[in-house]
């Protein structure tokens, strides 16, 4: 019953899925608005569909056709990933996007092979720019840039 578990895809496919279904149900608290007036929940909602579509494709063909099985996981990258996230959860409000930013990228560096000195500040100055654009100036989502 239980052996379609040990397939790759199959577990991609539903963690995909559960943090869609988890992210659509968290930006429903925002509201949504239309596509000539997009309100600070579309950009979550629709990125949260994609994901959790994307999760359901995994799974729909991992059961369907032929799937690699599962590795064995390495409990480093998934502490280091999963860290990451939630130090820029714990830095965003009281330290701001930056260095909220620079602590995913420093935390998340520890799941592989680390990366250089140059390849993480340009990761920082792109994925700085990139969170400022969207959420800041696109969505108005009041997230102070450094503390105070």
């Known amino acids: 019953m239980l052996a379609f578990l040990k397939r790759r895809d199959v577990v991609s496919g539903l963690s995909l899925l559960t943090l869609g279904l988890f992210a659509l149900w968290e930006s429903s608290h925002y509201r949504f608005g239309a596509l ?6 579309f950009f979550p909602s629709v990125i949260s569909f994609l994901i959790a579509a994307c999760g359901g494709i995994l799974v729909i063909r991992s059961i369907v056709g032929a799937d690699e099985p599962l590795d064995k996981p390495e409990i480093r990258s998934v502490l280091a990933g999963a860290g990451g996230v939630v130090a820029f959860a714990i830095c965003l409000r009281p330290l701001g996007l930056l260095i909220a930013t620079a602590a995913l990228i420093l935390a998340s560096n520890l799941a592989g092979r680390p990366l250089r000195v140059r390849t993480l500040l340009g ?6 720019a990139l969170i400022y654009v969207l959420f800041i100036e696109g969505l108005g989502m009041p997230i102070p840039l450094l503390p105070g």
Request: aromatic fraction near 8%; charged fraction near 10%.
């Open 36 to 41: 000539s007036r997009m309100g600070p929940g």
């Open 123 to 128: 990761l920082f100055v792109v994925l700085s």
